[in-house]
């Protein structure tokens, strides 16, 4: 037993962990306890206050406590806490946030599906992708194209969609199907001399060349996040965009925007889509829906792609597919309590007036012997920490740099997430204001300075 805290022991011997090393968990218990929120700071069982650089999991964007979201949820539960959306069965809050959806939504959408996470919203649209080319008399227009280092969920086909190989590992996965495109990270994968547009244009031509072996009329859709983010904070190179969007128009490809993390300011726009002038066909969202205060996602599409969905759907006799919490009333009432205070705050103005301050301070960090790259956009930043800032050598894995300054950061006061192989994702809580950046940003880089003269020993 833990003479310090009896909750690490209970979680160590019984708790299992998702994304985490087991045996490791079974020996050294819960890298952190976190027990408390306030603002942009979680505190521990330690008594510890933290910074959060990395909003949860890129879903706090009001930080870590809100009276409305609260309220609202209690409202909620103390008037209706449950009803199904099965069987054409509604209730109040989900009829009245899926119509504030289709108005927000940064392309003409028209109709809207709840889920419970991004993975179940990820994993629903590619069976309605599946079920409405049945519809059209294209069975087999089935392929799903999609990019390493891309990050769509865990359920069996939203993880086939995702290109983290330690996802698929040992897990008899992806599914047939799934096909992969190069990640978009210029820093890394650029040839000598490329520029950023010679690197966009060639990936745009690979995803041409796949189009082409596949055949245009096997694929189902391309699915990809405005900027990756479980990849690691992958800002697309200048033209990246531009390129792609001219294959998916060429060959009428159905174009997916997981919007999960970009979604709701992250990028000083609404929508990721906005910030890089994407026209998806259809999106899916979560986390900041409800600002992280409970599991909810949404899947919009428009209203042909519905209209097929119909078809399908008097075949059969009904749509197949949902879940017994998808549109909960809770989370529809904490989601459109949110969506009001993003408006009241102007939260997308406020991330606008703090990202300059933001991805300048990240940049200055370039400076520094361990990062090779920081590049971002709005509250979402990627570092890259590399061996050599020359030749952009990777560091030897069994160092586990990242880590090391994940840990160094934390025993400084800045909870921070380190995506292998040593990148740090940096997004704080959209509510931070400029003094709490600059006070993690010195944290970043006194963990930066303390890891770089351990590596010098
Ligand atoms: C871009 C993106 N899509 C989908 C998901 C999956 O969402 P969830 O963990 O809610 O299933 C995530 C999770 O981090 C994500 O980052």
């Known amino acids: 037993m833990s003479a310090v805290n009896p909750l690490l022991d209970q979680d160590r011997n019984h708790h299992v962990h998702g994304q985490t090393n087991l045996r490791q968990h079974g020996e050294q218990g819960p890298a952190v306890m976190v027990t408390e929120g306030r603002g942009v700071y979680i505190r521990t069982d330690d008594g510890r206050e933290l910074i959060d650089g990395f909003s949860g999991l890129g879903c706090t964007s009001l930080g870590y406590h809100n009276d409305r979201l609260a309220d609202a949820a209690k409202r909620q539960m103390d008037r209706l806490p449950f009803a199904p959306t099965f069987y054409g069965r509604s209730h109040p809050k989900v009829a009245e946030l899926a119509e504030r959806l289709v108005k927000l939504a940064a392309v003409p959408i028209d109709r809207v599906m709840f889920q419970c996470s991004g993975s179940e919203a990820n994993d629903a649209m590619i069976k309605f992708l599946w079920y409405r080319n ?9 392929k799903l194209i999609s990019r390493w280092r891309g990050y769509y969920g865990n359920t069996v086909a939203a993880v086939s969609l995702s290109g983290q190989p330690h996802m698929h590992a040992n897990f008899g996965l992806p599914m047939d199907d799934f096909l992969k495109l190069s990640t978009p990270n210029y820093y890394h994968f650029h040839e000598d001399g490329e520029t950023e547009e010679e690197f966009s244009a060639r990936l745009a031509q690979e995803f041409e060349n796949l189009v082409l072996a596949t055949g245009p009329d096997k694929i189902a859709a391309f699915f990809a996040e405005p900027m990756q983010s479980g990849g690691g904070a992958i800002l697309p190179p200048r033209g990246y965009w531009p390129g792609m969007q001219a294959v998916i128009k060429k060959y009428d490809i159905h174009f ?18 906005q910030a890089f002038g994407l026209e998806p066909d259809s999106t899916s969202c979560a986390k900041a829906l409800t600002a992280a205060f409970f599991p909810m996602s949404a899947l919009m599409f428009k209203e042909d792609f519905y209209q097929d969905m119909v078809q399908n759907s008097d075949e059969v006799g009904v749509l197949g597919h949902g879940f017994t919490y998808s549109g909960h009333p809770v989370g529809a009432a904490v989601a459109l309590e949110a969506l009001d205070i993003y408006d009241e705050i102007d939260l997308v103005g406020h991330v606008r007036a703090v990202a300059p301050h933001f991805l300048s301070g990240c940049e200055a960090l370039m400076e520094h012997p361990l990062v090779g790259d920081a590049r971002g956009i709005g509250l979402f930043c990627g570092i890259e920490l590399v061996a050599n800032k020359q030749t952009r050598e990777q560091f030897d894995p069994a160092l586990k740099v990242g880590q090391r300054v994940q840990d160094a950061a934390h025993d400084l006061g800045l909870y921070l997430r380190s995506i292998p192989p040593d990148r740090i994702s940096f997004m704080p809580p959209l509510i931070i204001e400029k003094p709490e950046i600059d006070d993690a940003l010195a944290i970043l880089k006194q963990a930066l300075d303390r890891v770089w003269s351990e590596l010098q020993r």
């Open 256 to 273: 997916h925007v997981d919007e999960v993390v970009c979604g709701f300011g992250r990028t000083g726009h609404l929508w990721g889509a």
């Open 134 to 142: 049945i519809a059209r008399g294209q069975p087999e227009r089935r």
